[in-house]
């Protein structure tokens, strides 16, 4: 329908319609760096037909957004063409614009949740991101030694980095934490038995669940004690001739409180040593120093010490790295993981040992980590803190912006995320925003479309902006997002 009330003709529209080369003229030369005459006969067709099969469609679709309302009630065909046509030339426009932008790209975390799975889990430290950027721009020494001029292994430095930080013997590193278990029990039990605690069957989200990954690994679970309780004879009991590895998972992402008993690592492994078979540990988040503020982890040292034969964890839950699945432990099982045919189909790309190695070398230094791996200092950051970064967003905001969203600094609690540490709340502080005009379920979505995307959460009706994994740089552009909606929410 027009703005008058009287429909508008298809066919009508349909003729007014530019051609793809009238449309190529439009788009050519006015930007300075032009596509090709092929992208821009592409994005010409596509956005006229895009524009043709609307109209065919009928109904407010072809005209409400874009036509010229006015002109087609008024029955000006000069203006309808020209407004068509302008209005195609921008569509063209986004699909060139799209087809540069990549899909998967920087969102600002303003949920509180610090290891967010669904939002990429640890930013990477500068020192990582250096080191990916160095790497990726030309060649690299990934598989040569430079001293001996030939070649040479593939992850020596963050091998020697991990057994120095863990205490291990050897170290190896896949692609993940899913692939590490799997590698370690397939290589160590394929075709025989594992003995697991029933507290210990974790399902990690996804498709991660200890029976499912023991049964794809190849080997038989046989589970023994209760979910809250198993002694160290029911392991004893369970172990048999086909018996091939003791396995302890730990329950990251949840905790049975009450009436609880588990193994100590020490009494598994005094047990297992005895029995002549081995015990892996799958340590989850796997932590390499405890940030202050949040409760002790189990760290990576602590298994090797009490004689663990082999470790598993991830890369980019607690240590703050990128994706990976690091394994430590004794060297015999780890040389027989390198020389496992499966090890070539699990093992890491430059880009991220890079990263793993900047990450890690931190570490060397603990209180440098603290400081710089960015999953570690938002997690030890106290509501102080990040109560500051929210009061520097409301000010920038400005009077006015921050009064149409009706804003204010509140106090939060966040989470370690990452199906680590369930129970451990981070008291955090949150920009909470309530605008008359506009519901927090709407504003939500619109932050979710912003330059660039805001993921934020709703508490009590309040769209709330918690800062916690908010980094500086992000506070400009937040603030400018939240003004461009503030016309409209208030
Ligand atoms: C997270 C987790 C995994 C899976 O690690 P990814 O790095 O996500 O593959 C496995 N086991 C435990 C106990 C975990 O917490």
């Given at each position: 329908?027009?703005?008058?009330?009287?429909?508008?003709?298809?066919?009508?529209?349909?003729?007014?319609?530019?051609?793809?080369?009238?449309?190529?003229?439009?788009?050519r030369?006015?930007e300075?760096?032009?596509?090709?005459?092929?992208?821009?006969?592409?994005a010409?067709?596509?956005a006229?037909?895009?524009?043709?099969?609307?109209?065919?469609?009928?109904?407010?679709?072809?005209?409400?957004?874009?036509?010229?309302?006015?002109?087609?009630?008024?029955?000006?065909?000069?203006?309808?063409r020209a407004?068509?046509?302008?209005?195609?030339?921008?569509?063209?426009?986004?699909?060139?614009?799209?087809?540069?932008?990549?899909?998967?790209?920087?969102v600002?975390?303003?949920?509180?949740?610090?290891?967010?799975t669904?939002?990429?889990?640890?930013?990477?430290?500068?020192?990582?991101?250096?080191?990916?950027?160095?790497?990726?721009?030309?060649?690299?020494?990934?598989?040569?030694?430079?001293?001996?001029?030939?070649?040479?292994?593939?992850?020596?430095?963050?091998?020697?980095?991990?057994?120095?930080l863990?205490?291990?013997?050897?170290?190896?590193?896949?692609?993940?934490?899913?692939?590490?278990?799997?590698?370690?029990?397939?290589?160590?039990?394929?075709?025989?038995?594992?003995?697991?605690?029933?507290?210990?069957?974790?399902?990690?989200?996804?498709?991660?669940?200890?029976?499912?990954?023991?049964?794809?690994?190849?080997?038989?679970?046989?589970?023994?004690?209760?979910?809250n309780?198993?002694?160290?004879?029911?392991?004893?009991?369970?172990?048999?001739?086909?018996?091939?590895?003791?396995?302890?998972?730990?329950?990251s992402?949840?905790?049975?409180?009450?009436?609880t008993?588990?193994v100590?690592?020490?009494?598994?492994?005094?047990?297992?040593?005895?029995?002549?078979?081995?015990?892996?540990?799958?340590?989850?988040?796997?932590?390499?120093?405890?940030?202050p503020?949040?409760?002790?982890?189990?760290?990576?040292?602590?298994?090797?010490?009490?004689?663990?034969?082999?470790?598993?964890?991830?890369?980019?839950k607690?240590?703050?790295?990128?994706?990976?699945?690091?394994i430590?432990?004794?060297?015999?099982?780890?040389?027989?993981?390198k020389?496992?045919?499966?090890?070539?189909?699990?093992?890491?790309?430059?880009?991220?040992?890079?990263?793993?190695?900047?990450?890690?070398?931190?570490?060397?230094?603990?209180?440098?980590?603290?400081?710089?791996?960015?999953?570690?200092?938002?997690?030890?950051?106290?509501?102080?803190?990040?109560?500051?970064?929210?009061?520097?967003?409301?000010?920038?905001?400005?009077?006015?912006?921050?009064?149409?969203?009706?804003?204010?600094?509140?106090?939060t609690?966040?989470?370690?995320?990452?199906?680590?540490?369930?129970?451990?709340?981070?008291?955090?502080?949150?920009?909470?925003?309530?605008?008359?005009?506009?519901?927090?379920?709407?504003?939500?979505?619109?932050?979710?479309?912003a330059?660039p995307?805001?993921?934020?959460?709703?508490?009590?009706?309040?769209?709330?902006?918690?800062?916690?994994?908010?980094?500086?740089?992000?506070?400009?552009?937040?603030?400018?997002?939240?003004?461009?909606?503030?016309?409209?929410?208030?």
């Open positions: 329908m027009s703005a008058t009330g009287k429909p508008i003709d298809n066919t009508y529209l349909l003729r007014l319609l530019p051609s793809v080369d009238e449309l190529i003229e439009d788009l030369g006015s300075e760096d032009t596509p090709s005459g092929a992208a821009l006969a592409e010409a067709r596509e006229i037909e895009g524009r043709r099969r609307r109209i065919l469609a009928g109904g407010a679709a072809h005209n409400g957004d874009v036509l010229t309302d006015a002109a087609a009630g008024a029955g000006d065909t000069e203006a309808v407004a068509l046509r302008g209005e195609i030339i921008g569509e063209a426009w986004d699909i060139l614009t799209d087809a540069r932008t990549t899909d998967l790209r920087h600002i975390n303003a949920t509180g949740i610090v290891l967010h669904n939002l990429g889990r640890a930013p990477l430290s500068e020192a990582a991101q250096r080191a990916l950027i160095d790497v990726s721009r030309s060649y690299s020494n990934l598989e040569y030694d430079l001293e001996a001029g030939r070649r040479g292994g593939r992850s020596g430095a963050v091998e020697a980095l991990l057994r120095k863990t205490g291990a013997e050897a170290a190896v590193v896949v692609n993940n934490n899913a692939a590490a278990v799997m590698f370690a029990i397939r290589m160590m039990a394929e075709g025989r038995e594992v003995v697991v605690s029933r507290g210990e069957l974790v399902e990690i989200g996804g498709s991660f669940r200890i029976p499912d990954i023991m049964a794809q690994s190849g080997a038989r679970m046989v589970e023994v004690g209760a979910t309780k198993t002694h160290v004879s029911d392991y004893e009991n369970a172990i048999g001739p086909d018996t091939a590895l003791l396995l302890k998972v730990h329950t992402n949840f905790r049975v409180v009450g009436f008993e588990e100590p690592r020490e009494e598994l492994t005094a047990l297992a040593h005895a029995r002549g078979i081995p015990v892996l540990e799958d340590l989850g988040s796997g932590c390499f120093v405890n940030p503020g949040i409760p002790d982890e189990p760290t990576v040292a602590a298994s090797v010490e009490a004689g663990v034969d082999l470790i598993t964890l991830s890369g980019d607690l240590l703050g790295g990128p994706q990976a699945g690091i430590v432990g004794k060297a015999a099982w780890v040389d027989r993981l020389k496992h045919p499966m090890m070539r189909a699990l093992r890491l790309d430059k880009l991220t040992l890079a990263a793993l190695e900047a990450t890690l070398r931190a570490y060397l230094d603990p209180e440098r980590a603290m400081r710089e791996v960015p999953a570690l200092r938002m997690l030890a950051e106290d509501a102080t803190a990040t109560g500051a970064r929210a009061e520097a967003l409301l000010t920038t905001l400005g009077k006015e912006a921050a009064q149409k969203l009706s804003a204010e600094v509140i106090d609690t966040g989470r370690v995320g990452g199906g680590a540490m369930p129970l451990a709340e981070l008291k955090s502080r949150a920009l909470a925003l309530s605008p008359q005009n506009i519901s927090a379920d709407r504003l939500d979505a619109l932050l979710r479309e330059g995307p805001v993921v934020a959460r709703i508490h009590e009706d309040r769209l709330l902006i918690d800062m916690r994994c908010v980094i500086d740089d992000e506070i400009g552009q937040l603030a400018e997002i939240l003004k461009g909606l503030a016309d409209q929410a208030g």
